[in-house]
């Protein structure tokens, strides 16, 4: 008869209900093959999701941003992270050469510090902020999204900033405001691109309020652990991962708050090519290419099929209600 | 080429030209950008998307030895060294070979080789389609291209044919126009431009100075 006593402290049980130490192990081992993908990719990205966020290798070429992670919804995509070196040498940033291997050559004189944003326009607080004080606005949080570029290319990168929200929150817009535009830096002293006419500098880009509320727009300090190389928009740069990219400016030196639609840049230039929206739809056809499909760069080799582009470039749940009851063919 | 100063030059070029050596190291030449595109594509040095990197210069080296081709017959005449005209097949059958190579590479890496989705794709956008038309009518001009060609066509019907490859270089800018308005980006397209007209406007200059009989037709006929 079993009589408990408080001295016993622990009641050993009977030896057939231990688990035997290979079994224990072979649990271990399930749930490790879970995690490698043994048990089908999307499985696989759900338990690994947490070591993908720690995954990040800091390449160890910039100053580290330390970045929590983030609890927006959509904010952190479970595939595999685009290389450093993809990311920082294939870019489109016209204002160092039309050549996507010409910003990462040809950035380098570029000085991202000091720097200051002006906030202006249709606000109740405008505001010219240093970088250092824009740096500590609010916490910096990791966001991985893909990036779908216009061209038919895709990446994921791994950024580190925060909301744009919480600056439009200080600088209290009023209710006039409907659009913001984003101003970025042209100095034909360290941008080589600058001297081609197809654009008018400065670059501009805009969105419409609610879209530069949604909690997805980031206002990106850096990448993979470090401040943004020049090449990337150092040294802040807007990212809005459900339009291509070139909707997301970089090297942002001014934000306005205006009531009417932004004449961007690329409308500006290319009316019939490019539209104020620029959502990645792959029903939309870019008239000089197809957007049905992409090529994830690094990813797919050179004889791997393109992979389906997703409409909002996979944000649909997160953005689609912004443009409910809107002809996306016609609001391109 | 009548200046006494380039005479020794032009003998010395003319004797070059007639060397034995000349046709297989303008080949192998010629081959550099596909062997450097292939060792490349081979050790992943064709940077981050390899295919973009691939189907571009195939189209730029195909246009370069389009050009190249064109310029034979000038500087032929211009220089005066006949012997010029030997390699003129040659680049010419290289342009092709480019232009194929990059037919090939955009009908793999692009389309995955999806004959429904060429088609489409060709439908859709105008500048494929005239980069598909420039090479199927450069396609009879390779074909033809060699003597026993020439014989059983007749020099003149073989010269009318090849006298395409003018309406070619005019399609293939078409083509370049096309791809680079995307980004409103002609620098490029203005130099090769400038380049086909100087060549296409010398034989133009040619062909408006040279006595024509009032009976003899203006342009060749293809009736035999």
Redesign the interface.
């Known amino acids: 008869m079993l009589i408990k006593t408080h001295r016993d402290g622990f009641i050993h049980p009977v030896a057939s209900e231990i688990t035997p130490q290979s079994v224990y192990h072979a649990r271990r081992d399930m749930l490790r093959l879970l995690a490698s993908g043994g048990a089908g990719v999307a499985l696989a990205g759900w338990a690994q999701r947490d070591a993908r966020a720690q995954m990040v290798q800091r390449p160890g070429k910039l100053a580290a941003l330390p970045a929590v992670r983030s609890n927006v919804d959509g904010a952190a995509t479970m595939e595999k992270s685009t290389d450093y070196k993809d990311a920082s040498t294939y870019n489109n940033f016209y204002e160092f050469g039309t050549d996507k291997s010409d910003p990462a050559r040809l950035a380098g004189k570029f000085q991202p510090t000091p720097w200051t944003v002006e906030v202006e326009g249709l606000v109740r607080k405008p505001a010219r902020y240093a970088i250092e004080d824009l740096l500590k606005l609010s916490a910096q949080e990791e966001r991985i999204y893909r990036l779908r570029c216009v061209e038919g290319w895709s990446m994921v990168i791994p950024w580190i900033g925060y909301s744009l929200s919480k600056l439009i929150e200080r600088v209290e817009p009023l209710g006039s405001a409907k659009y913001v535009e984003f101003h970025t830096a042209a100095d034909p002293k360290t941008m080589p691109g600058l001297s081609a006419s197809m654009l008018e500098w400065p670059y501009v880009e805009g969105l419409r309020m609610d879209e530069a509320r949604h909690p997805l727009t980031l206002l990106a300090f850096g990448m993979y652990g470090e401040v943004l190389p020049n090449q990337n928009g150092a040294p802040l740069r807007l990212m809005t991962p459900w339009k291509y990219g070139f909707k997301s400016g970089k090297s942002i030196v001014r934000i306005r708050f205006t009531e009417k639609e932004t004449r961007t840049s690329w409308t500006r230039s290319a009316p019939t090519e490019y539209g104020f929206y620029a959502n990645v739809n792959p029903n939309v056809d870019h008239p000089r290419w197809s957007q049905a499909t992409e090529r994830r760069i690094g990813e797919d080799g050179l004889f791997a099929k393109r992979r389906k582009t997703l409409m909002f470039n996979g944000y649909e749940s997160q953005v689609g209600q912004l443009y409910a009851g809107m002809d996306l063919r016609k609001f391109y | 080429m009548g200046a006494p100063v380039f005479r020794p030059v032009r003998a010395k070029l003319l004797a070059g030209l007639l060397h034995p050596g000349v046709k297989p190291t303008l080949f192998a030449l010629a081959l550099l950008p596909f062997l450097a595109l292939a060792w490349g ?1 081979y050790t992943h040095q064709l ?6 990197t ?1 189907i571009r210069e195939t189209g730029d080296w195909a246009l370069r030895f389009l050009c190249i081709t064109l310029a034979i017959t000038p500087m032929r005449v211009v220089l005066g060294l006949p012997p010029l005209v030997r390699l003129r097949r040659m680049v010419g059958l290289f342009t092709y070979f480019y232009g194929g190579l990059h037919l090939l590479t955009y009908a ?3 389309m ?1 080789f999806d004959a429904a989705e060429i088609v489409r ?1 060709i439908a ?2 105008p ?1 494929i389609l005239v980069g598909f038309l420039s090479f199927l009518i450069l396609t009879p001009l390779a074909a033809t291209s060699f003597n026993r060609a020439v014989k059983s066509l007749g020099a003149r019907r073989w010269q009318a044919l090849h006298k395409s490859v003018y309406l070619i270089a005019g399609l293939v800018l078409l083509h370049f126009f ?2 680079r ?7 490029e397209v203005a130099a090769y431009a400038a380049i086909l007209t100087v060549l296409l406007g010398w034989r133009f200059a040619r062909w408006w100075r040279e006595p024509r009989s009032p009976s003899a037709p203006m342009r060749p006929t293809l009736s035999p």
Do not use: V
């Open positions: 594509a940077g981050a998307n390899p295919a973009e691939l793999w890496f692009d995955g794709d859709k956008r500048f096309w791809m308005a995307g980004k409103n980006d002609f620098n």
